[in-house]
């Protein structure tokens, strides 16, 4: 019985799951070389799911599986995830830990040799997407990554590289919707569950730390609104930012800390005197 069967039998009885891998899951689950593993997490989202859902569910690309986590909603959430099951490999609505539990989960339950993550609320950028993703798929690299479409307003949004940056007063890494991760190196390491906005940055930092290589591509892998976990900005924010990047960077505290006060905090507070259109604008003008 292979890892993945082990986990489905070992879920809470009490535990609300479904998809296609059920009626295989007797007989032992079956992979296909080359594997595209989607992972949705979602709680509560009732009005952003079935956006995300069917962005997944159109990839021309056929050769994907397709795990959804739900952190065990109550607003109809589960009800538009079983209108599709019958598109996913396997879903299940359980409590959770948080966002990075949740997505923990995903891996665990994962098949593929890549994985990606594009949780409720965003989008493939289109249905051909992965089709011209796959080509450039080498396990020579952790992660094949290309752009991001921020979405600010329904008239505002600006396109994205955002390539590795591991040094100076701040980092960039690619957005891990727009990142498919080698899943070996993904399931060895996870998410680190003691962050709760920044594991994904963290998660980055530790694979260039261990000198993994990126691969950044044109594409525009996803769409993303600009209203996540980890778009805002608060105290926990910085420090989760410091922690990760004192992995690699000598003083990051220091050098991150003037970054946020004299760069960062001040704009912000400009964002928030400006009406919501106006600073829409900018921020797709700016890309930021």
């Excluded at 920044?198 to 044109?218: N, P, W």
């Excluded at 760069?263 to 890309?287: D, Q």
């Amino acid at each position: 019985m292979t890892i993945q069967a082990q986990a489905l039998i070992a879920l809470k009885p009490s535990a609300a799951h479904g998809g296609r891998r059920l009626d295989s899951a007797a007989r032992g689950l079956t992979r296909n070389p080359n594997l595209v593993t989607i992972v949705t997490v979602v709680y509560n989202c009732v009005r952003t799911v079935e956006a995300t859902l069917r962005s997944v569910i159109e990839q021309t690309h056929g050769n994907t599986e397709y795990i959804v986590v739900d952190g065990g909603s109550r607003d109809g959430t589960v009800d538009i995830i079983r209108k599709y099951e019958q598109h996913i490999d396997y879903w299940v609505s359980e409590k959770d830990r948080g966002i990075y539990n949740a997505m923990n989960k995903g891996i665990e339950l994962s098949t593929g040799d890549w994985i990606c993550f594009m949780n409720a609320g965003d989008k493939f950028h289109s249905p051909t997407t992965l089709e011209h993703v796959v080509p450039f798929l080498d396990k020579r690299f952790a992660v094949v990554a290309g752009a991001v479409q921020y979405i600010y307003d329904a008239d505002n949004r600006r396109t994205r590289h955002m390539c590795p940056k591991f040094s100076g007063f701040y980092m960039e890494v690619p957005h891990h919707q727009a990142s498919l991760i080698n899943n070996a190196l993904m399931k060895e390491l996870k998410y680190d569950e003691s962050f709760r906005i920044r594991a994904d940055l963290y998660l980055m930092t530790l694979l260039h730390a261990k000198g993994h290589t990126f691969r950044m591509i044109e594409e525009v892998i996803c769409d993303v609104e600009t209203t996540g976990v980890s778009q805002g900005l608060s105290k926990n924010h910085i420090l989760e930012d410091i922690r990760a990047g004192t992995l690699v960077i000598p003083h990051y505290w220091f050098k991150s800390s003037l970054y946020h006060a004299f760069y960062i905090l001040p704009r912000l507070m400009v964002r928030k005197m400006l009406p919501k259109r106006i600073e829409s604008r900018i921020r797709a003008l700016l890309g930021n």
